[in-house]
């Protein structure tokens, strides 16, 4: 019996498959984290509230804070898996004319361009957040942390888009596989 070793291209193949998973997974379960932890302070703040009227003070502060760890920590991810919300009304004109393909890298390109703009004004503003000093009033968490994260997954979500619609246009039989 003979027995074939991986070599080493078999093995930076699975390390890439490794990291990808690990960069799709992580996110989600930053979210999945953030969505619980939301849950639960709801609730316990309601229960404080209604029965001890005691309130968390903190809770106005961590809702912001976990509802923009949640929104944004997936929006990369969302994005690559062509995952957004679409209204498909035009999908039949699009695909009888076999101009499916060019609508979904137009699209793609066009959002992920798009993105740059808002990407690059969130980090000015963090920094201007930063040069004030402005912090969550409760919590005293700096406000640009919070800038600085927001404008890193944009702009990561802006080159994933920007990749697809790339894909779109180079490589479509890649674009069109299924995904497991």
């Known amino acids: 019996m003979v ?3 991986a070599g ?7 390390l890439v498959s490794h990291f990808l998973k690990l960069a799709v997974r992580l996110p989600a379960i930053l979210a ?14 309601v229960v404080l509230r209604s029965v001890f009227n005691a309130p968390i003070e903190v809770a106005a502060d961590m809702t912001r ?3 923009a760890i949640m929104v944004f920590s997936v929006l990369p991810v969302v994005s690559a898996q062509g ?3 679409s209204v498909d009304l035009l999908d039949g004109f699009f695909k009888r004319n076999h101009l499916a393909r060019w609508r979904d890298a137009f699209t793609n390109l066009f959002c992920g361009v798009i993105l740059i703009w808002p990407a690059i004004r969130v980090f000015v503003l ?35 888009l920007i990749v697809r619609g790339l894909g779109y246009l180079f490589a479509p039989k890649l674009m069109s596989a299924p995904h497991a």
């Open 65 to 67: 804070l976990l509802m």
């Open 126 to 160: 963090a920094e201007r957040s930063r040069s004030y000093g402005d912090v969550m009033e409760y919590l005293g968490v700096s406000l640009h942390y919070v800038g600085w994260f927001i404008a890193a997954v944009t702009a990561v979500t802006s080159v994933v």
């Open 8 to 14: 080493p291209s078999a093995s930076k193949g699975s």
């Open 32 to 45: 999945s984290l953030a969505l619980f932890m939301l849950m639960v302070m709801t609730f316990c703040d």
């Open 3 to 5: 027995r074939l070793r």
């Open 83 to 85: 995952g957004h919300i």
